[in-house]
């Protein structure tokens, strides 16, 4: 298929640019929906509209300070800065010590007027900039992240302008991490070893895995490092009953039935049949037999409480603003409000409350979210913890030090109590912002 015209390609990006910027759904479904309204396209063509929507989102401050004095359509100025800042980076990737990427194509679609007004942009230094058109975040978050991080905000605010690596997960009941490594390099995917979770590999690039013979019979799953971590401290046995009760979309669920070597029951509840959907086909691949998904209305339903006081281990990761994930999902900085954090915060206390009592005597509890915000992390374990005497609390990182995970110590936040709390950061990790926290009851 020839490739398309830069005029062409420049068209389609402003107009993905501009239905993206409405926020009135996510940015993942807005490009997805956009590829499928589009079949025609290429996968160079793909990448090119779907990165630079994606650096638009990430620098969205401080590309509305610049697009003012361009000229034409708002989305066309935000399309091209977009573009040009996706292809410095790329060149980066290759030879950090590029400031430009190759802009021929793009200049073969830009006028003269346009040419110049992309060249004053480039002359601005960072230096120059106020701090918001520098870390490109709202203020009622940058300013809890300054808080917590101090001098770590800038490094933090530098890792969320990158996309996040792609991590796999291997099929630890089917298969052994480094024969699927082996047998990843022979399709010349080429891949790295996770530093923490002994299940992962860490993909360069962005590889096409879908008609990958190991991805087709489930020796591997996409999924976050962080996340693989969260399914570790649950540390599963064969022959338990165990409870992931947010599972939406199942990849911890697979993660932890794999360590239970498909015995026992794990239950994947979850309060959106859709989401359960999409976990029947990764089910079926992973041959795992030991898995019951269930929809359920709410955290009091009746399947919830008939297996009240029965259950060895719950993990509960629990609905969130998402914004550990805003190298994946920038839009999540520009679509969440303080409005709606608040509403999540009462909500995450009410399905804390109700899982726990799932637990017999002996069971682990594990509590988790893939949000940076102490009021969704912190405060809802603390408050649970004065609340619930008969639940103690467990040392995150003693418990994956045992796991032979390692430098553990390092994956908790410092201080006091907060040393107990799994703490991820992008910057830090390199993996998506993961908090949990475990208890045992008595």
């Not at 040009?84 to 021929?104: C, F, L, M, N, Y």
């Not at 591997?220 to 969260?230: F, H, K, M, N, P």
């Not at 540390?235 to 199942?250: L, N, P, Q, S, W």
């Amino acid at each position: 298929m020839a490739p398309m015209h830069p005029n062409a390609l420049l068209d389609a990006c402003a107009e993905l640019v501009r239905l993206t910027l409405t926020f009135e759904h996510p940015a993942d479904a807005v490009v997805s929906r956009f590829f499928r309204d589009h079949r025609g396209l290429g996968q160079r063509e793909r990448a090119a509209l779907a990165e630079t929507v994606y650096t638009v989102l990430r620098k969205k401050l401080l590309f509305d300070h610049m697009s003012p004095s361009g000229s034409g359509p708002k989305e066309r100025r935000m399309a091209i800065l977009g573009f040009a800042h996706w292809q410095d980076e790329e060149a980066r990737r290759t030879s950090p010590q590029a400031v430009h990427g190759p802009r021929d194509f793009l200049r073969a679609a830009l006028n003269d007027r346009e040419q110049q007004w992309l060249a004053q942009c480039d002359a601005v230094h960072e230096e120059e900039l106020l701090e918001r058109h520098r870390h490109n975040l709202p203020e009622w978050l940058a300013q809890p992240l300054k808080e917590q991080l101090g001098s770590e905000f800038w490094p933090l605010v530098a890792s969320l302008a990158r996309s996040a690596p792609l991590d796999l997960r291997v099929n630890v009941l089917k298969e052994k991490r480094a024969e699927v490594q082996k047998e990843l390099a022979q399709a010349a995917i080429k891949t790295e070893v996770t530093p923490y979770s002994p299940w992962g590999l860490r993909a360069s690039g962005k590889p096409t895995l879908a008609k990958l013979p190991a991805f087709v019979r489930g020796a591997i799953e996409v999924q976050d490092e962080g996340s693989q971590l969260l399914a570790l401290l649950l540390d599963a046995k064969r022959g338990e009953m165990v409870v992931d009760f947010c599972a939406g979309a199942g990849g911890k669920t697979l993660a932890i039935g794999a360590s239970m070597r498909s015995t026992g029951r794990l239950y994947a509840f979850d309060v959106a049949a859709h989401r359960l959907d999409a976990l029947k086909p990764r089910l079926a691949r992973s041959g795992l037999s030991n898995v019951h998904p269930a929809a359920i209305a709410h955290e009091r339903d009746d399947r919830v409480k008939r297996l009240a006081g029965k259950i060895d281990r719950v993990l509960v990761d629990a609905p969130c603003s998402g914004l550990g994930t805003l190298r994946r999902n920038p839009d999540l900085k520009w679509r969440q409000t303080p409005q709606a954090l608040e509403e999540l915060v009462v909500k995450q206390a009410a399905i804390l409350e109700s899982s726990a009592r799932l637990l017999k005597s002996g069971g682990r509890l594990v509590y988790a979210t893939c949000s940076v915000l102490p009021q969704e992390n912190e405060a809802i374990a603390e408050a649970f913890s004065l609340k619930h005497p008969d639940f103690v609390p467990m040392d995150a990182g003693e418990l994956l030090a045992q796991l032979k995970v390692p430098e553990a110590a390092s994956l908790c936040a410092g201080g006091d109590t907060a040393s107990r709390y799994l703490r991820l950061w992008p910057h830090r990790h390199q993996t998506d912002g993961f908090f949990a926290a475990v208890w045992q009851r008595r």
